[in-house]
């Protein structure tokens, strides 16, 4: 266990895909982003009716 904390700014794919990395290998990790989703540009909506 490793007793380092990693703050990430940016949840788009890149900063998700690092943050698991590092907890795979023991870091504690938080994410910020200014936005309320993951994902970054890659975000998308479903419409309800279809």
Same mark, same amino acid.
Not at 16 to 21: E, H, L, P
């Given at each position: 266990m490793n007793n380092?904390?990693?703050?990430? =700014?940016? +949840?788009g794919f890149s900063g998700? =895909?690092? +943050?698991?990395?590092l907890a795979e290998q023991g870091y504690t990790v938080k994410i910020i982003d200014r936005r309320d989703h993951i994902g970054g540009n890659s975000y998308d909506t479903r419409d309800p009716q279809n």
């Open positions: 380092k904390n990693i703050m990430i =700014v940016g +949840a998700v =895909v690092i +943050a698991r990395q």
